[in-house]
């Protein structure tokens, strides 16, 4: 899919995305959701399915926590990017740590929680025009169109792919 340069095509990839990963995600026997069958986002590493569901919804909450800093008067260049205490070169520790975050939770939970946040990113996007999304610099070069699509669409993908691979082991 090439990446989006409007708010349509965001949306459009978006939920061509998410629609596509839901598909594959209802083909995952409940039995083997928290088997470490994947491989992980460190090198070397395994994941579940359920830690694969967790990464998504941290990166998505995370996409919507950065919007409601702002939203609360915060300037962009004095949020933490990507999380407070990581950095854009560590993200395998802050896959780590969103595993853990919700490691409580049922695939079901996640699942839901996952659709709640991608709503909630498409009311976000949905509030913006053109310019807003793809017309300036948002995060040092990146329109804020991009981050959103960085953290949406790109890992819904990169998920059904690795969700594919996996079932034709089966």
Same mark, same amino acid.
């Not at 991009?146 to 790109?154: A, D």
């Given at each position: 899919?090439?990446? %989006? /340069?409007?708010?349509?095509?965001?949306?459009?990839?978006m939920?061509?995305t998410?629609a596509?990963? !839901?598909?594959?995600?209802?083909?995952?026997?409940?039995?083997?959701?928290?088997? %470490? &069958? +994947?491989?992980?986002q &460190?090198?070397g590493?395994?994941?579940?399915?359920c830690?694969l569901?967790?990464?998504?919804?941290?990166? /998505?909450?995370?996409?919507?926590h950065?919007?409601?800093?702002?939203?609360?008067?915060?300037?962009?260049?004095?949020?933490?990017?990507?999380?407070?205490?990581?950095?854009w070169?560590?993200?395998?520790?802050?896959?780590?740590?969103?595993?853990?975050?919700?490691?409580?939770l049922? !695939?079901d939970?996640?699942?839901?929680? +996952?659709? *709640?946040?991608?709503?909630?990113? +498409?009311?976000?996007?949905?509030?913006?025009?053109?310019? *807003?999304?793809?017309?300036?610099?948002?995060?040092?070069?990146?329109?804020?169109g991009? !981050?959103?699509?960085?953290?949406?669409?790109?890992?819904?993908a /990169?998920?059904?792919?690795?969700?594919?691979?996996?079932r034709?082991?089966?």
């Open positions: 899919m090439a990446i %989006p /340069n409007s708010k349509q095509e965001l949306v459009e990839a939920t061509t998410y596509k990963l !839901m598909q594959e995600l209802a083909c995952v026997p409940p039995a083997l959701a928290r088997d %470490p &069958v +994947l491989e992980g &460190v090198q590493t395994r994941m579940s399915v830690d569901l967790a990464y998504l919804v941290g990166w /998505n909450e995370l996409v919507l950065w919007h409601a800093q702002l939203r609360d008067g915060k300037r962009i260049e004095d949020i933490a990017f990507p999380a407070e205490g990581f950095t070169n560590a993200l395998g520790k802050l896959a780590q740590r969103f595993y853990a975050d919700y490691a409580e049922s !695939m939970d996640l699942l839901q929680r +996952l659709e *709640q946040a991608k709503d909630r990113l +498409l009311a976000l996007i949905d509030a913006h025009d053109d310019a *807003q999304l793809y017309g300036q610099p948002w995060y040092t070069h990146y329109t804020m991009r !981050m959103i699509q960085f953290n949406t669409s790109s890992p819904y /990169n998920a059904r792919t690795r969700l594919r691979a996996w034709k082991t089966l």
